[in-house]
């Protein structure tokens, strides 16, 4: 009897304590999710969307040990390029300014990832995903400002600007004497 | 171990089939529901992701499931109930990788957790925590999904590239692939441990099993010598022998991939209807040493 009482009681201990850790495994999971920057923007846009700012400082460790200079800028798994207005968009996606390889990948199967155009039409109300994946040189992480640049959605119809997505990557674990190592050129799309 | 060595490839057949059915580029399953409902979405895991609906159904949040997830989950239960947990012992080929890389090393360099941790509460107490989790510190579906990584690994050619990782993708595959993978006994410890979908399948299981009907693993008492085959052939550690001989049964991380019925010399352990032969359904404890004294 005693015997089946103490099973019984660390089998709810056991219980309580991995339902502790799952929680717990939450907040981390909250804790480093300033590793991805996120976007959502509504076309066509009138002005920049807001500025997508990432600190490499408060990557978590098993980031920071194996893959720190990777980096994607995200519009997550359902959509995030959304159309708000009343005609169909023809959307383009060029990058500027990166340091390193930049891959542009969406999960739309009418989207080019070497040439950034999406061949089928962005519709009213329907929205496209977009994950803009960077590789910044290693030595290239100590500065204050890493790299900086922008994501740019283009009307591949006439090249006219529809939205553009301002991005800056920091690092404040850098003293900030060191400065930006922006890169001018204009990358078309992936390299 | 002919029989053992046949059904290990057998159910290597099923988990390619499962491969193919529901991971990109093939993703057949998908393909071919979302052709059926018309459904113009990517077709790769995560469009058929059951972790992320299967939290909304238990969370009753219906309005966020979609036909194409409500028709999977419900294929997910019928065959769970029908079936017991068939979707992880024959098409989850993220849960049998590990399982079957844990082959390739020596049992001398592995963990097994099964016989000093229960993992029956730390399986469902993971599921409880999954649930909590979005009202305290928002979901943890996507972040500690080998699923999902799974679909990296294929995406990548298996050693190329795996795209960019996050700290919790990086936990995922230690845990999945290394820690509770290839050097753990049996290589499913992240099955046994941290899958919500193998949980909800086994609860449903441990219930459904009950039903005449329905098919389940079954045992003949009088059949059984308790030479301990099937012990050792069980990868998820649901199989026990005791001090006294006994061989304890826990239905709750069963998967019924049937590796133990293929190993038994005696065909005590068969795959079907009617009633399980198990003490109460859900443990035997066969205390009579005495069957295995009168066979000598
Ligand atoms: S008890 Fe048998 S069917 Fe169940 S997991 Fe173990 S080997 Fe597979
Ligand atoms: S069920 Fe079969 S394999 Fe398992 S102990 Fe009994 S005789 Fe041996």
Same mark, same amino acid.
């Given at each position: ?191 | ?62 309005? @966020? ?33 590990? /399982?079957? @890389? ?28 999954? @649930? ?15 699923? !999902? ?56 299981? !441990?219930?459904? !099993? ?31 022998? /005791? ?44 205390? /009579? ?8």
């Amino acid at each position: 009897m005693k015997e089946q009482i103490k099973k019984s009681l660390l089998t709810l201990c056991l219980f309580i304590f991995m339902a502790g850790i799952t929680v717990g495994s939450g907040y981390y999971k909250k804790s480093v999710s300033s590793e991805r920057g996120s976007f959502i923007i509504a076309l066509p846009a009138k002005k920049d969307n807001q500025e997508v700012l990432l600190n490499i400082a408060e990557q978590g460790l098993p980031k920071k040990l194996i893959q720190p200079n990777r980096i994607s800028i995200s519009s997550g798994h359902g959509g995030g390029i959304i159309n708000r207005g009343n005609e169909s968009l023809w959307v383009k996606v060029q990058t500027e300014g990166f340091l390193g390889k930049v891959q542009l990948e969406s999960k739309d199967p009418s989207f080019n990832h070497e040439t950034g155009v999406f061949s089928r039409p962005l519709k009213p109300n329907q929205s496209f995903n977009l994950a803009v994946n960077l590789t910044i040189p290693k030595g290239k992480l100590k500065g204050h400002t890493v790299t900086e640049g922008n994501i740019k959605l283009i009307n591949s119809k006439d090249e006219s600007l529809i939205g553009n997505i301002p991005v800056r990557i920091i690092n404040s674990e850098t003293d900030g004497i060191e400065d930006s190592t922006k890169n001018n050129d204009t990358n078309e799309a992936c390299h | 171990m002919i029989n053992t060595q046949i059904m290990l490839i057998k159910r290597a057949i099923w988990y390619i089939v499962g491969l193919l059915l529901f991971y990109a580029p093939f993703a057949l399953y998908q393909k071919a529901l979302f052709g059926l409902v018309n459904y113009n979405k990517p077709a790769d895991i995560h469009s058929l992701c059951l972790r992320m609906p299967l939290l909304n159904l238990l969370l009753g949040k219906w309005s @966020l499931i979609v036909p194409v997830v409500m028709i999977t989950l419900f294929l997910f239960f019928m065959f769970a109930i029908i079936f017991g947990p068939f979707f992880c012992g024959r098409l989850c080929f993220a849960g049998a990788l590990p /399982e079957y @890389l844990s082959r390739l090393i020596p049992d001398r360099f592995k963990i097994d957790w099964v016989t000093g941790i229960n993992p029956i509460p730390v399986r469902y107490g993971f599921l409880a925590g999954y @649930l909590i989790t979005p009202f305290l510190a928002g979901s943890i579906a996507c972040a500690f999904c080998n699923l !999902s990584f799974m679909q990296r690994l294929i995406d990548g050619g298996f050693w190329g590239e795996f795209g960019v990782l996050s700290s919790t993708n990086i936990i995922t595959f230690f845990l999945w692939i290394i820690l509770f993978g290839i050097f753990t006994k049996g290589g499913r410890g992240f099955c046994n441990f941290i899958c919500p979908i193998g949980a909800v399948q086994s609860l449903v299981y !441990s219930i459904s !099993s009950r039903l005449h009907f329905t098919y389940k693993l079954r045992f003949a008492k009088d059949k059984c010598i308790s030479c301990g085959a099937c012990v050792k052939a069980c990868s998820m550690g649901s199989l026990q022998k /005791e001090p006294d001989n006994s061989i304890t049964y826990q239905i709750h991380n069963c998967i019924t991939c049937l590796q133990c019925q293929a190993a038994c010399p005696k065909n005590a352990l068969t795959y079907g209807t009617g009633k399980s032969g198990w003490k109460d359904g859900i443990t035997l404890v066969n205390n /009579e040493p005495s069957i295995q004294e009168s066979i000598r």
